[in-house]
């Protein structure tokens, strides 16, 4: 059974700093692409930040470069996105997600699998990261 779990949500300050990691088993991690999508009340899921394992070729969203930070321990089948810098507007619920990595004869994995809702295949419960201001 495919499972990504999301860990490391909470509340932090403004300019503050959080670590979500994501937690994947059921498949091979390193033929998947896997990344967060966030929801902000009233507002559609976005595609954050993704990773393709198989190259490293990872993505970001315009409201978070230079600001997030993704990575991916093959070992540990774990995926981490660190964030710095949080604003208000980063407030959401922060999702995992996975897909196998179909683009990977083009490496846009990551790309596509944080652009198009819809190839995602696997999906985390949530987690809760609120940034007050």
């Known amino acids: 059974e495919v499972q990504v779990v999301e860990s490391g949500g909470g509340l932090v300050q403004t300019g503050g700093s959080l670590v979500l990691s994501c937690a994947a088993s059921?498949?091979?991690?390193?033929?998947?692409?896997i990344g967060w999508f966030r929801q902000a009340p009233g507002k559609e899921r976005e595609g954050v930040s993704c990773i393709s394992n198989h190259d490293g070729i990872t993505y970001y969203a315009d409201s978070v470069k230079g600001r997030f930070t993704i990575s991916s321990d093959n070992a540990k089948n774990t995926v981490t996105l660190q964030m710095n810098s949080l604003k208000p507007e980063d407030t959401a619920v922060y999702y995992c997600?996975?897909?196998?990595?179909?683009?990977?004869?083009?490496?846009?994995?990551?790309?596509?699998?944080?652009?198009?809702?819809?190839?995602?295949?696997?999906w985390g419960q949530g987690i809760q990261v609120t940034v007050s201001s």
């Open positions: 997600v996975a897909s196998p990595d179909r683009w990977a004869t083009w490496n846009t994995g990551s790309y596509y699998l944080c652009r198009q809702r819809s190839e995602v295949d696997y």
């Open positions: 059921g498949f091979i991690f390193e033929s998947y692409a």
